[in-house]
C-alpha cells in the first residue's frame, strides 16, 4: 500500500515521528473536510466542536475525532519490517515503565504487518 504523504504541516492535526527500539514510525493525522468540502475548524482552542467555514455545518469533536485516519510509515522495531498503512486514528492508555515506574500514557497503537508486534506510539513525555 503506498500512501499519500502530508505536504505540509498545516494539512495535519496531528505528527509524529520517533525512534522505537531498533525501528522507527512516523504517524500523522491529516485534518478533517466537511462533507460539503469546507475546512472544519474549532472556534476556540478547547472548543467541544468543530464548525465548517464554507456552510456553518456543526460537528462534534467526538465524532471528528472518532472517524480521523493516521497515515503510517514504519519499521518494526521486532523483525525490521519496513511498511506504510492507514488505520483508523484511535488512541488508548497504556502502561509503560519510565525509569523503573509504571505510568500510564496515551498511546496510539498499530500492528506490524509482517510479524504482528503491537507497536505502541505514546504521548511524547516531557523531560
Ligand atoms: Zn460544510
Ligand atoms: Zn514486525
Known amino acids: 500500500m503506498v500512501i499519500q504523504r502530508p505536504k505540509s504541516m498545516s494539512e495535519l492535526d496531528y505528527y509524529t515521528r520517533r ?7 512516523e504517524v500523522w493525522v491529516t485534518k478533517q473536510k466537511c462533507s460539503c468540502g469546507g475546512v472544519l475548524k474549532k ?3 478547547r472548543a467541544t466542536e468543530y ?3 464554507s456552510c456553518e455545518k456543526i ?3 467526538e465524532d ?3 472517524s480521523e485516519i493516521a497515515g503510517i510509515v514504519y519499521t518494526c522495531p ?3 519490517h519496513s511498511a506504510e498503512k492507514e488505520e483508523p486514528f484511535k ?3 497504556v502502561g509503560i515503565i519510565i525509569k523503573g515506574k509504571r505510568k500510564s500514557v496515551l498511546s496510539f497503537t498499530f500492528e506490524c504487518d509482517s510479524c ?12
Not at 525512534?19 to 514510525?25: L, Q, R, S, T
Open 19 to 25: 525512534a522505537i527500539g531498533e525501528g522507527k514510525a
Open 43 to 45: 472556534p476556540k482552542m
Open 51 to 53: 464548525i465548517c467555514e
Open 59 to 61: 460537528v462534534p469533536k
Open 64 to 66: 471528528y475525532e472518532s
Open 78 to 80: 521486532k523483525c525490521k
Open 91 to 93: 488512541r488508548k492508555k
Open 116 to 127: 504482528h508486534e503491537k507497536i505502541n506510539v505514546t504521548k511524547k513525555l516531557k523531560g
